[in-house]
């Protein structure tokens, strides 16, 4: 709540080294070439038009940060977030509660947004939803809109591996039930979701 737009932030090198085990000159490079590198990481919003309480609310692309900078004593790194990420991270009308737990066992890159999809599609009280998911959807929830084209490798290469990782690592379970066609292309999924 006491984020303003256009702020700047300030983090010591060494504060970040401690919270992530990673001491030393070597790492502090890493470090932060690391952190530079978050300022070209793509942050999309409302891909889905789920934010139905914020109905102005556009879908909107951005870096993650607005810009990154490192003091010439390699010391302490200055950023900033662009000012629509700061609005929703101050303000955020959509929730998904997320187990830091689960979180913390993906490996894949797919895997964790389907689960926060998919946790936010159950909610809070249901335990077991069907859930129809078009396939342009999932290409756009997980930026894949130029890649995969035909579903074989859509399935093999993201879908499977990202619902067995779900279902092993998390309290969920996601199963296709049915695979919708339009003349002999797969549209979308019929998926039911337990918890």
Wanted: proline share 3%; glycine share 4%; aromatic share 10%.
């Amino acid at each position: 709540p006491w984020l303003e737009r256009g702020q700047d932030h300030w983090v010591q090198v060494r504060d970040l080294e401690h919270l992530l085990h990673k001491s030393g000159s070597r790492n502090r490079a890493w470090l932060i070439d690391t952190a530079e590198s978050l300022r070209d990481v793509s942050v999309r919003y409302n891909v889905l038009g789920k934010d139905r309480e914020n109905s102005e609310t556009w879908e909107m692309h951005s870096g993650l940060l607005s810009e990154i900078g490192v003091k010439s004593n390699r010391a302490l790194l200055k950023y900033s977030f662009p000012n629509t990420l700061v609005d929703l991270l101050r303000d955020p009308s959509m929730y998904a509660k997320i187990n830091l737990d689960f979180q913390a066992r993906f490996r894949g890159h797919y895997g964790l947004p389907l689960y926060e999809f998919y946790q936010d599609i159950l909610g809070g009280r249901r335990s077991t939803v069907e859930y129809t998911f078009w396939i342009n959807d999932l290409r756009r929830l997980l930026c894949l809109e130029n890649s995969h084209a035909q579903f074989k490798h859509l399935q093999n290469k993201v879908i499977k591996p990202a619902h067995r990782e779900i279902c092993e690592h998390t309290d969920l379970s996601v199963e296709v039930v049915e695979q919708l066609r339009e003349n002999r292309s797969v549209v979308a999924l019929k998926l039911k979701i337990e918890r």
